[in-house]
């Protein structure tokens, strides 16, 4: 089992900026990869960035040039540093750690964290 705790999100304004974190515990390998994934309201969760072992990250179209992911392996941990905030990045963020076990997806998740941009 993989426990992932995010912290970071909160109310910003058109424009502003916000850092999002997750720290993972007990069964995480530095092979896993981690991400992020956003739910908004009525809306599927989907796929927000996503970075790999070796530190090559992976962003959906829309967050291009406004967010980045980076993880620490020594600490275990995951960021999501998002930038030019748009009202449509309103959303419960998640933090995801994903591995394959043979032909098996394996997902962990985190408890959520709110981010609402609005002024």
């Known amino acids: 089992q993989v426990q992932l705790v995010e912290s970071g999100g909160g109310l910003v304004q058109p424009g502003g900026s916000l850092r999002l974190s997750c720290a993972a515990s007990?069964?995480?390998?530095?092979?896993?990869?981690m991400g992020w994934y956003r739910q908004a309201a009525g809306k599927q969760r989907e796929l927000v960035a996503q970075?790999?072992?070796?530190?090559?990250?992976w962003l959906e179209s829309s967050v291009k040039g406004r967010f980045t992911i980076s993880r620490d392996n020594d600490k275990n941990t995951v960021a999501l540093r998002m930038s030019s905030l748009k009202p449509e990045d309103t959303a419960v963020y998640y933090c995801?750690?994903?591995?394959?076990?043979?032909?098996?997806?394996?997902?962990?998740w985190g408890q959520g964290t709110q981010v609402t941009v609005s002024s």
């Open positions: 995801n750690v994903w591995r394959r076990d043979g032909a098996t997806n394996i997902n962990f």
């Open positions: 007990g069964n995480i390998d530095r092979s896993d990869v």
């Open positions: 970075i790999d072992s070796g530190g090559s990250p």
